[in-house]
C-alpha cells in the first residue's frame, strides 16, 4: 500500500509536457511521399506441357504405359539442347461406379519444356505431338530480365520522387529537403497461360513435324519507391 502511494505522488509530481513542448517533439515540415515506375516487358520464357492420358481395367499395366510413354518423349527431347526438358505429374486413379466400387483405372503423365528458344521449343514439341497432346503453352519472365527491368524502373521511380520532393518543398516555402527514410518495392505478375484444348484418353496422333504456333506475351513490372524527406 504504501509502495503504491509514493508512486501516485511521484507521478503527481511529474511536470507534465505543455502542448507546445509536444508539438517541437515531433520534427516539422515532414512530409510522405510515394512515386511508381511501371513498364510492359516481353516475356522471354516459354513452357509448353504435353500430357498423355489413358485408361485400363488394372493399375499395374496402366502405370507401364504411362511410363513407357515418359521414357519414350524423354529419349526424343533429351537429343537436344536448347530446350530444357522435365517430368510433370505421373497419377494413376480408379473410376468407380454408384456404388463406390472400381470398375477401372484412370492415367495421366507430363513432360514440360522450357526455354527462351521460342522457335527451338516450339519445332520440339511440334516433333513430340507424336507420342504426347499438347496441353498448356505459358509464357513469363527469367529472373534476368525481371531484373534488368527493375533496376532501370527503380531509377525512374527515384528520380521521380526526388522531383516530388523538390517540388513540395518548393511550393511550401522551404529552399531545400533532406531524405529521412525511403523504401523500394517490386513487383510483378507471374505465368500468363495460353491453354490448349486437350483430348482425354485419345490414342496420340500420327507422327508430324509441325512447328507449334506460340508467341509470347508481356509482363507489367512495377517499381514503388516510398519514403519521407525533411524539408528545410
Do not use: C
Not at 500430357?51 to 537436344?80: H, I, M, S
Not at 532501370?152 to 522551404?174: N, S
Amino acid at each position: 500500500m504504501i509502495k503504491r502511494i509514493l508512486t501516485f505522488l511521484l507521478v503527481l509530481g511529474m511536470p507534465l509536457l505543455s502542448s507546445a513542448e509536444m508539438t517541437h517533439s515531433v520534427p516539422n515540415g515532414v512530409m510522405s511521399l510515394s512515386a511508381q515506375a511501371s513498364a510492359e516487358t516481353p516475356q522471354d520464357v516459354v513452357h509448353i506441357t504435353l500430357f498423355y492420358e489413358q485408361q485400363a481395367n488394372t493399375a499395374a499395366p496402366l502405370t507401364a504405359a504411362l511410363k513407357q510413354k515418359t521414357d519414350q518423349a524423354l529419349r526424343e527431347a533429351k537429343v537436344q539442347k536448347q530446350v530444357a526438358v522435365h517430368t510433370g505429374i505421373l497419377a494413376v486413379y480408379p473410376s468407380t461406379n454408384r456404388d463406390g466400387r472400381i470398375t477401372g483405372w484412370r492415367g495421366r503423365t507430363e513432360l514440360v519444356l522450357e526455354s527462351n528458344d521460342f522457335e527451338a521449343a516450339a519445332k520440339l514439341a511440334g516433333k513430340l505431338t507424336a507420342i504426347l497432346h499438347i496441353g498448356d503453352v505459358r509464357f513469363s519472365l527469367s529472373p534476368q530480365a525481371r531484373r534488368a527491368a527493375q533496376q532501370k524502373l527503380a531509377l525512374d521511380a527515384i528520380a521521380d520522387f526526388r522531383q516530388q520532393a523538390r517540388a513540395a518543398a518548393k511550393a511550401f516555402g522551404f529552399s531545400s529537403y533532406m531524405i529521412r527514410e525511403v523504401n523500394i518495392g517490386y513487383n510483378g505478375t507471374g505465368f500468363e497461360p495460353r491453354p490448349v484444348m486437350m483430348r482425354a484418353y485419345a490414342a496420340p496422333p500420327a507422327p508430324s513435324e509441325a512447328e507449334v504456333p506460340i508467341e509470347g506475351g508481356k509482363t507489367l513490372v512495377s517499381v514503388t519507391v516510398s519514403g519521407s524527406v525533411q524539408m528545410k
